[in-house]
């Protein structure tokens, strides 16, 4: 009867550490510039700039980086004919999960949503929704993030617990 409980509540603990994959929802296309948006706009408020890759040249296959956590992200261009499509990176262990990330293209952007903890992970973005227009830049935005509890350490009370019971049914 003990393994029994044991196992569940292992179970229970294990199953409660698997994260959720993340879906990219796009939140619709707006004027102008990201940047010149009024807080809480469109991105709340509570979010940070975590970094934005401003073009260079035409083509974008060099950018110039800033923001808090610009050394956490990667990009590139994957299209042929202009900056018009690519990937960017969210290198593990940067510290930061990633929100909100938008695509500037002449004078409009396109904003994300990432639903779901992402804190590491590769993710597509391109022009298409832009008129097709060469990228102006890519913005990134977000917050710190959480340090997950290991399941290992909600297993340890429970471990405790089985012992002092085990210990008081056997001085009984």
């Known amino acids: 009867m003990f393994r029994k409980i044991f196992a569940l509540i292992?179970?229970?603990?294990?199953?409660t550490g698997i994260a959720s994959a993340a879906t990219v929802v796009n939140i619709g296309t707006f004027p102008g510039n990201d940047s010149n948006q009024e807080p809480g706009s469109q991105i709340p408020a509570t979010f940070i700039e975590l970094g934005k890759f401003d073009c260079d040249n035409d083509s974008c296959s060099t950018a110039s980086g800033s923001g808090v956590a610009i050394g956490s992200f990667s990009y590139a261009v994957t299209s042929t004919s202009g900056a018009t499509e690519g990937t960017f990176t969210l290198n593990p262990g940067s510290g930061y999960e990633l929100a909100y990330f938008v695509v500037k293209a002449g004078n409009e952007y396109d904003l994300y949503q990432i639903i779901g903890p992402v804190v590491s992970g590769t993710f597509n973005w391109d022009t298409s929704n832009l008129n097709g227009r060469n990228l102006s830049h890519l913005s990134f935005?977000?917050?710190?993030?959480?340090?997950?509890v290991p399941a290992a350490a909600l297993l340890f009370p429970a471990g405790l617990a089985a012992m002092a019971w085990r210990r008081k049914k056997r001085a009984a």
Do not use: D
């Not at 292992?10 to 199953?15: F, G, W």
């Not at 935005?141 to 997950?148: F, K």
């Open 10 to 15: 292992a179970s229970a603990v294990m199953l």
């Open 141 to 148: 935005y977000g917050n710190l993030a959480e340090v997950p």
